[in-house]
T-cell receptor
Framework: DAGVIQSPRHEVTEMGQEVTLRCKPISGHDYLFWYRQTMMRGLELLIYFNNNVPIDDSGMPEDRFSAKMPNASFSTLKIQPSEPRDSAVYFC??????????FGPGTRLTVL | TQLLEQSPQFLSIQEGENLTVYCNSSSVFSSLQWYRQEPGEGPVLLVTVVTGGEVKKLKRLTFQFGDARKDSSLHITAAQPGDTGLYLCAGAQTSYDKVIFGPGTSLSVIP
């Protein structure tokens, strides 16, 4: 298995632009998680899905952030409009109920 | 609200030394995990502990889960430069629950 795949690996954008991050979970995993990591706040859970359904989005910072999982093999995290304080590394992770959680390589987002 | 604390925040040691890092909480966890994260990569799971008092060994790494399942420690014997990285503990209250991460201990092993 290729593991969790994220794209792009790096994204540089200007304030106010829309940013879309993509994730392909490991096949057969029915949980998908989006995290954000910064030096100040560490690794924060933003939202997670079970069987494509959002279960807990209490970590989503504000309405500018949205996440979708249209099918079992694809999820997106969208920021619109982006702000400099959104600069961070965004990780996607997946797992099955009794398995461990596997992280993708992350997307490093810089908002200028 | 679950809250995990880790200490020390930063640790720099010479190759061959031993070290222990700690993960503490006021909450009880059904399981606790330790991850290592290298620069530019995602965290990678090292071990999961589920039973109070449990001790697990992974080569030179020894993990212990506290009797009350509120704390854990990671001991590294004869540290190597390859052990350098960010060590994260993470806990969940149930198997169905989200995993909450601690802030991490950044370890640097100097050759």
């Amino acid at each position: 298995d290729a593991g969790v795949i994220q794209s792009p690996r790096h994204e540089v954008t200007e304030m106010g632009q829309e940013v879309t991050l993509r994730c392909k979970p490991i096949s057969g995993h029915d949980y998908l998680f989006w995290y954000r990591q910064t030096m100040m706040r560490g690794l924060e859970l933003l939202i997670y899905f079970n069987n494509n359904v959002p279960i807990d989005d209490s970590g989503m910072p504000e309405d500018r952030f949205s996440a979708k999982m249209p099918n079992a093999s694809f999820s997106t995290l969208k920021i619109q409009p982006s702000e400099p304080r959104d600069s961070a590394v965004y990780f996607c992770a997946s797992r099955s109920l009794w398995d461990t959680q596997y992280f993708g390589p992350g997307t490093r987002l810089t908002v200028l | 609200t679950q809250l995990l604390e880790q200490s020390p925040q930063f640790l720099s040691i010479q190759e061959g030394e031993n070290l222990t890092v700690y993960c503490n909480s006021s909450s009880v966890f059904s399981s606790l995990q330790w991850y290592r994260q290298e620069p530019g990569e995602g965290p990678v799971l090292l071990v999961t502990v589920v039973t109070g008092g449990e001790v697990k060994k992974l080569k030179r790494l020894t993990f212990q889960f506290g009797d009350a399942r509120k704390d854990s420690s990671l001991h590294i014997t004869a540290a190597q430069p390859g052990d350098t990285g960010l060590y994260l503990c993470a806990g969940a209250q149930t198997s169905y629950d989200k995993v909450i991460f601690g802030p991490g201990t950044s370890l640097s092993v100097i050759p």
